[in-house]
Every structure is written in C-alpha cells, then in structure tokens.
T-cell receptor, first 112, second 112 residues
C-alpha cells in the first residue's frame, strides 16, 4: 500500500541481542509510526515522529528506541530491555495534513 | 482522550451473507476516517476514506457510512466471500498535527 517499505519481512534473533527494523518511505510524508501487533490483538503504538529529528513515545515505548535523521527513514531498534519482543511490527506514514496514511507490509520478529 | 472503539471484536458469518462492522470515536478535531483490511501477517490496506462532509462511500462490496454528529461509522460488507476473512481496522485521523488513532479491529471469519 503506497511507497512504504519494511525490511526484513522475517527476522530471528537470540535473546539479549539488539535488533533494528528498517522502515523507508518515498511518499514525502512528514509523520511516521511504529506499531506492534501480537497474535489476535490490535495495533499498539510504540513511537511516532512528526518531523525530522523529533519523535514521541507511544503507549508501549519501553525497551524500544528510534531515530529520525532523514524524512524518508524511521528505524526501530528493539533492545535487550524489551521483555517480550517476539511480535509483528508495522510501520506507517502519513501526510502532515493526515489526508493519507499508508502501512508497510510488516516485519515478523522472533526472538529465541 | 481521543479513542476509537470497534464492535464486535470478532464475527463469524457464512459465505454470501452480509455483515456490518461498527466504529465509534471520540476524536477532536476530526480530519477523516479510514477503514483498513488486514490479512493475517500482512500490513493493513485502505478500503475507504471519509471526510467530515461525506456520509457514504463505496468500494466494490464494501460500503462505509459516517455520521459526524454521533461520531459513528460503519462498514457494510455485501455478499461476503471467503477472501473477506481478515481484521478490519477503523482509523481516525485527527485534524492538525496529531497522531493517528486506531481501533482494536474486528476479526471477521467467513465460512463456506
């Protein structure tokens, strides 16, 4: 949906390791978001950014970190402090006027 | 507090039947409302977009309604197909420089 790309699609990591999920958009959107989805559950907001070099914590930010050095990119790092990191992660972007919003295809992270 | 509530949480219908999903919101200021379809393990895909002045919008077998006075929206699916089995998420996009507000979704299962 739209020009927003997440990579990789599947990611496996050992417990205790940090891992970074990529999200890139070519839509010239100002706002970008990271969500977590657990099986059978709705989306929960981790972090969002409405402008370069600025971001805000969402509802479940503990154990995660982000950066927004470029408008096109909003990587999410899942740190070893995140107690239960195995989940499906979705990135989204929206225009500043919120007239359009698109999602990436998601990254399924499995920590073993 | 800005919130979006969806009902029912889950729904099972037989192939060929119609169904209606509900979305109530308390978001201000309001810009527009979107319904997304999310297949298992995939990113949500936009079905309809409705602004404040629109009451009804159709996309094939999907028809969304919006009552801005009561702050309610519905998504009606006509002549359901097995491929309609998915989660349907209501998202309200606030006006101004505010983050997206998600509902928890309705999980629809269409059985033969």
């Amino acid at each position: 949906d739209g020009g927003i790309t997440q990579s990789p699609k599947y990611l496996f990591r050992k417990e205790g390791q940090n891992v970074t999920l990529s999200c890139e958009q070519n839509l010239n959107h100002d706002a970008m978001y990271w969500y977590r989805q657990d099986p059978g559950q709705g989306l929960r907001l981790i972090y969002y950014s409405q402008i370069v070099n600025d971001f805000q914590k969402g509802d479940i930010a503990e154990g995660y970190s982000v950066s927004r050095e470029k408008k096109e990119s909003f990587p999410l790092t899942v740190t070893s402090a995140q107690k239960n990191p195995t989940a499906f992660y979705l990135c989204a972007s929206s225009s500043v006027t919120n007239t359009e919003a698109f999602f990436g295809q998601g990254t399924r992270l499995t920590v073993v | 507090k800005n919130q979006v509530e969806q009902s029912p949480q889950s729904l099972i219908i037989l192939e060929g039947k119609n169904c209606t999903l509900q979305c109530n919101y308390t978001v201000s200021p309001f810009s527009n409302l979107r319904w997304y379809k999310q297949d298992t393990g995939r990113g949500p895909v936009s079905l309809t977009i409705m602004t404040f002045s629109e009451n009804t919008k159709s996309n094939g077998r999907y028809t969304a309604t919006l009552d801005a006075d009561t702050k309610q929206s519905s998504l009606h699916i006509t002549a359901s197909q097995l491929s309609d089995s998915a989660s349907y998420i209501c998202v309200v996009l606030p006006g101004g420089y505010n983050k997206l507000i998600f509902g928890a979704g309705t999980r629809l299962a269409v059985h033969p």
